[in-house]
Nanobody
């Protein structure tokens, strides 16, 4: 059974930084994409950043230049370094992985990020 466990969320002031981590366990498949999505109250879930095939990266326009996605293949973990945080970054952040073999998507339980003074 595939499990994704996020950590690192919390309350931070505008301009601050947080680092989210996601540990993937129970997967016997090759991972095609690892990424982060977020969902703010009353809004649809949106892509924040993704790593495809370990090398190609995608960022939402709203986080380009501020967020960095990275991966530790040996530990099956993905990270999201979030810098210069803004109140509009407030959301529940979800980790996502996609199987290379089946293209099935798996999700974590989410971690709350709140940017407020």
């Amino acid at each position: 059974q595939v499990q994704l466990v996020e950590s690192g969320g919390g309350l931070v002031q505008p301009g601050g930084s947080l680092r989210l981590s996601c540990a993937v366990s129970g997967s016997s498949f090759s991972i095609y994409t690892m990424g982060w999505y977020r969902q703010a109250p009353g809004k649809q879930r949106e892509l924040v950043a993704a790593l495809t095939s370990g090398t190609s990266t995608t960022y939402a326009d709203s986080v380009k230049g501020r967020f960095i996605i990275s991966r530790d293949n040996g530990k099956n973990m993905v990270f999201l370094q979030m810098n210069r945080l803004k109140p509009e970054d407030t959301a529940v952040y979800y980790c996502n992985v996609v199987s290379r073999q089946t293209m099935a998507a798996y999700w974590g339980q989410g971690t709350q990020v709140t940017v407020s003074s």
